[in-house]
């Protein structure tokens, strides 16, 4: 075998970091992130049936500055799982597998999961003023 100097298996320092290899970092990142941060929708939806008590605990830590910090967290989250699992799904079928359409779906899903967390946070945040 020629001795070429590279390593026989890569390692992440190798790699040029690409908007590609984000996503697909990204992606298994926020899907064991949306797993976590569904546990505060379930406490949400327990604290309903528990009563106003209980309810009134979970608005007061959800509406805090750290709540709230933590609930645009998740939506951007969620958000960019979603989109970046509708570009997989597309890929799937066959398409968008060039390097020009791989790293225009990948900085797509990233701004649209940034411009859907934007449209939902303005409507929660100035909806809520309304």
Same mark, same amino acid.
């Given at each position: 075998?020629? %001795?070429?100097?590279? &390593?026989?298996? &890569? #390692?992440?320092? $190798?790699?040029?970091? %690409?908007?590609?290899?984000?996503?697909?970092?990204? #992606?298994?990142?926020?899907?064991?992130?949306?797993?976590?941060?569904?546990?505060?929708?379930?406490? /949400?939806?327990?604290? +309903?049936?528990? =009563? &106003?008590?209980?309810?009134? @605990?979970? @608005?007061? $830590?959800? /509406?805090? &500055?750290? /709540?709230?910090?933590?609930?645009?967290?998740? @939506?951007?989250?969620?958000?960019? #799982?979603?989109?970046?699992? +509708?570009? #997989?799904?597309?890929?799937?079928? =066959?398409?968008?597998?060039?390097?020009?359409?791989?790293?225009?779906?990948?900085?797509?899903?990233?701004?649209?999961?940034?411009?859907?967390?934007?449209?939902?946070?303005?409507? $929660?945040?100035? =909806?809520? %003023?309304?």
């Amino acid at each position: 075998m020629a %001795q070429t100097g590279r &390593p026989l298996s &890569p #390692h992440l320092q $190798v790699y040029k970091w %690409q908007v590609q290899m984000v996503s697909s970092i990204l #992606h298994r990142v926020t899907g064991i992130l949306n797993a976590v941060g569904s546990l505060i929708i379930v406490w /949400g939806l327990a604290s +309903i049936a528990a =009563g &106003p008590e209980a309810f009134g @605990t979970f @608005t007061s $830590v959800a /509406g805090s &500055p750290f /709540g709230t910090v933590v609930m645009v967290g998740w @939506t951007l989250n969620f958000f960019y #799982h979603l989109c970046n699992g +509708i570009r #997989h799904l597309v890929q799937d079928t =066959g398409a968008g597998y060039a390097i020009e359409s791989f790293v225009r779906s990948s900085w797509l899903s990233i701004v649209g999961a940034i411009v859907l967390t934007a449209l939902v946070w303005g409507y $929660v945040l100035l =909806g809520a %003023q309304a």
